[in-house]
């Protein structure tokens, strides 16, 4: 008896926020022309073991070049998550790039809203919901598991559930090296879905980060869009600026623009390279 022939999914590997391969974060993007249930999801995710996994199926039935209106979801290794940066704007590449789509901007429809991408002269644009984050009482705690010794502000993003934790230095940003399995074991019980920590930078950057997640399976986050819709907002009062230039100082480290608009929305602006290509064999 001959075998099922196994279901082909188009995947790409993209590094995203930046200019040069094996730098920025990587993310897996896979093409779905049909549904494509939650656990297959979740195990090629797994399987991928990047932050995240991002799933693209066109809305529109006419030819994909055609499309510009598209579902998204993305998945951590462990869970499926409501909002990412990276995943988004290594999708909006490869449909622009690699599947030359004839539209200039396309629309995203997620768990975390409905998002914009548009080509941009330094990139690709995503605009994202800001979530503008509130000064709070330090959860002492947490920040010793953490690391930070001292901080000049803590602030709590409700939507996105990030501490964000502003230290007195860039040196303080790089030199911070957190306890994840006494982090994980607090979080699992507490508000905190993510941790930020940010200073004030010297040019060519206004400001710089770390971003740590081990609730779900990722200690540090190489570049994380998500995180600069709280990290846009908090600098741009503090800086009184709308655009400003970010790195994250991560190991492999990222570069983002980050413009803070009026209308509770942020634009963040970087590049994408591909580094891989193929089919993914659904057995």
């Given amino acids: 008896m001959r075998k099922p022939v196994p279901r082909r999914i188009p995947i790409y590997q993209v590094d995203a926020f930046t200019d040069d391969a094996f730098k920025g974060n990587p993310a897996a993007v896979c093409i779905l022309r049909d549904v494509l249930n939650d656990e297959a999801m979740q195990k090629i995710a797994a399987e ?7 799933f693209v199926k066109p809305l529109e039935k006419k030819p994909l070049q055609e499309a510009r209106s598209f579902s998204l979801r993305w998945f951590a290794p462990k869970v499926e998550v409501s909002l990412c940066g990276h995943a988004t704007l290594a999708t909006a590449a490869v449909l622009f790039r690699e599947v030359e789509l004839n539209a200039k901007e396309i629309e995203f429809r997620t768990r975390g809203g409905n998002l914009k991408a548009r080509k941009d002269e330094r990139g690709i644009c995503l605009n994202f919901p800001s979530d503008n984050p509130m000064r709070i009482d330090p959860p002492k ?19 996105m559930r990030f501490l964000l934790i502003h230290l007195p230095s860039e040196k303080a940003v790089h030199d911070m090296s957190p306890d994840f399995g006494l982090m994980e074991s607090m979080g699992t019980e507490s508000e905190i ?11 060519p950057y206004d400001f710089i980060s770390r971003f740590f997640a081990p609730w779900v399976g990722i200690d540090e986050d190489p570049v994380t869009g998500a995180a600069h819709t709280v990290l846009g907002p908090y600098w741009s009062r503090r800086l009184n600026r709308r655009e400003m230039k970010a790195y994250q100082a991560s190991t492999r480290g990222g570069v983002l623009f980050v413009r803070a608009k009026t209308d509770d929305t942020v634009d963040l602006i970087g590049n994408a390279v591909l580094v891989l290509k193929g089919k993914l064999y659904l057995h």
């Fill in 48 to 54: 991928m073991n990047l932050s995240e996994t991002a």
């Fill in 141 to 159: 705690p947490f920040l010793r598991a953490i690391g930070a010794q001292e901080s000049l502000d803590v602030q709590y993003a409700k939507k």
């Fill in 193 to 203: 879905g993510g941790v930020i920590v940010t200073a004030e930078s010297s040019p």
